[in-house]
Nanobody, 126 residues
Framework: EVQVVESGGGLVQPGGSLRLSCTAS????????TGWFRQAPGKEREGVSC???????YYQDSVKGRFTISRDDAKNTVYLQMDSLKPEDTAVYYC????????????????????WGQGIQVTVSS
């Protein structure tokens, strides 16, 4: 049984920071790709960032320079550090693993990921 759990979401003011954590039980995250997706009300789910087993990293253009993805193998945890947050970043963020990650958005399509967390709310508002 594989369980994926996100934590670290919440309410933050524009320009603030949050760090999301993704932990997995029953699966070793460094054996495959782990990605962060988000879905805002009325919008489709989109890939935000991913990291492959080899360390390949992808960022959606809208978050480049603001978000940083990393993996701590000792803790079997993937992080998404979100800085300079904007109201447009407001969404439910999902961690998913056992997928693919390359240099393009197509490489991290949601359909390619097997295990998903329940999602965590990130709200950026003043």
């Amino acid at each position: 049984e594989v369980q994926v759990v996100e934590s670290g979401g919440g309410l933050v003011q524009p320009g603030g920071s949050l760090r999301l954590s993704c932990t997995a039980s029953g699966f070793t995250l460094n054996e495959s790709a782990t990605g962060w997706f988000r879905q805002a009300p009325g919008k489709e789910r989109e890939g935000v960032s991913c990291i492959s087993s080899r360390g390949t990293i992808y960022y959606q253009d809208s978050v480049k320079g603001r978000f940083t993805i990393s993996r701590d193998d000792a803790k079997n945890t993937v992080y998404l550090q979100m800085d300079s947050l904007k109201p447009e970043d407001t969404a439910v963020y999902y961690c998913a693993t056992d997928g693919l990650c390359g240099t393009t958005a197509q490489a991290m399509g949601a359909v390619l990921y097997d295990y998903w967390g329940q999602g965590i709310q990130v709200t950026v508002s003043s």
